[in-house]
């Protein structure tokens, strides 16, 4: 019996480690909602699979392949579709603009202000006032940009990814994709070869697709 335990749990070690390998996941903070809910039915497969040293191995090789290609799929299609990736993963929160708290954003999110000033702690900062924006990410993880001294720290924002327009940035600068493609246009680029585009000091900035 003990032998089958140890042969199982090594055999499922080095399959969890492939598992991960093929979706791509290199630590755990990249995961979102739904890779951690493939994470957790992976370890409870393969926990219950140990335990039930009697079961076929399996039991929870087929189950763990299908999940992993589930999380392949759904990858691929968040790729290539906004709507299904803020579906999948949510969309991120804008929770400090110039400065000023997004109150209505943090009752949305259920995201308090003691959870605030924990995660402005863990990076250093001591108080609101020093935050010029800060940003909710889909994994809950708080990106922050801290005020400067200078007039020209402005939040470079994503207005095109992977040559897929960002709605939702476009309306936070109340501009819209009439305004992107005249804005593209003058500088004669195509909305389709742009990796990257942000907005920053009333000017766009484009990193094109190499050729």
């Known amino acids: 019996m003990i032998w089958t335990i140890i042969f199982r749990t090594v055999l499922f ?3 969890v480690v492939i598992a991960y390998k093929i979706m791509g996941k290199r630590e755990v903070g990249e995961l979102g909602v739904f890779d951690f809910i493939i994470s957790m039915l992976i370890s409870q497969l393969i926990a219950i699979c140990i335990e039930n040293y009697k079961d076929p191995i399996w039991f929870v090789i087929v189950p ?10 759904f990858s691929f ?3 290539k579709s ?4 803020d579906i999948l993963d949510g969309k991120e929160s804008v929770i400090i603009s110039n400065g000023k708290l997004n109150f209505s954003e943090m009752k949305k999110q259920k995201y308090n202000l003691n959870d605030l000033l924990l995660q402005l702690r863990d990076k250093g900062i001591r108080t609101i006032e020093e935050v010029d924006y800060a940003i909710l990410e889909t994994n809950g993880k708080l990106s ?5 001294d200078d007039n020209n720290n402005v939040f470079p924002l994503p207005l095109v990814l992977d040559g897929v327009i960002e709605e939702n940035n476009l309306k936070f600068i109340n501009k819209t994709r009439k305004w992107l493609n005249n804005e593209l246009s003058k500088k004669k680029i195509n909305l389709d070869n742009i990796f990257y ?3 920053k000091d009333d000017d766009i900035y484009v990193i094109e697709n190499e050729n």
């Open 13 to 15: 070690y080095f399959l």
């Open 77 to 79: 299609l968040s790729l």
């Open 144 to 148: 922050v940009f801290q005020k400067q």
């Open 64 to 73: 763990t392949l299908i999940l992993v290609l589930f999380q392949i799929i």
């Open 82 to 85: 906004n709507k299904f990736r």
């Open 197 to 199: 585009a942000f907005y």
